[in-house]
């Protein structure tokens, strides 16, 4: 159990981490923050918490923001590998009895 939460928690930094926070040159205004996560794929299960993020940021910006300044939330799936099939049942059907 020690170790899966060390897992989780390692995972979650990560996800953290690798959102940027940059302001916008164009609207100042506005803060925009970005961040990647698997919205499909094996790995759907972590897109929650990007939804979570998501609703978080919009009830902020419902109450004014910060400092005036509305936040806006740019989240986008990062692309998943699919799993490899096997060549095991290929080579059993060509297989011919002697």
Same mark, same amino acid.
């Given at each position: =159990? ?8 390692? %995972? &979650?930094? =990560? =996800?953290?981490?690798?959102? /940027? +926070?940059?302001? %916008?040159?164009? %609207? ?17 299960? +972590?897109? &929650? !918490? /990007?939804? &979570?993020?998501?609703? +978080? +940021?919009?009830?902020? @910006?419902?109450? /004014?923001?910060? @400092?005036?300044?509305? !936040? #806006?939330?740019?989240?986008?799936? *990062? ?10 049942? %290929?080579?059993?059907?060509?297989? *011919? #009895?002697?």
């Amino acid at each position: =159990m020690k170790r899966r939460s060390r897992q989780w928690l390692a %995972a &979650v930094t =990560m =996800m953290l981490c690798g959102a /940027g +926070f940059a302001r %916008a040159d164009g %609207a100042p205004d506005e803060i925009r923050i970005g961040q990647t996560l698997p919205y499909s794929g094996a790995l759907s299960g +972590f897109g &929650v !918490i /990007g939804r &979570v993020e998501e609703a +978080f +940021f919009e009830k902020i @910006n419902s109450e /004014g923001g910060i @400092n005036g300044r509305k !936040i #806006k939330f740019i989240s986008r799936t *990062t692309p998943t590998p699919r799993p490899r099939r096997s060549s095991k049942p %290929a080579s059993w059907s060509s297989r *011919t #009895k002697s």
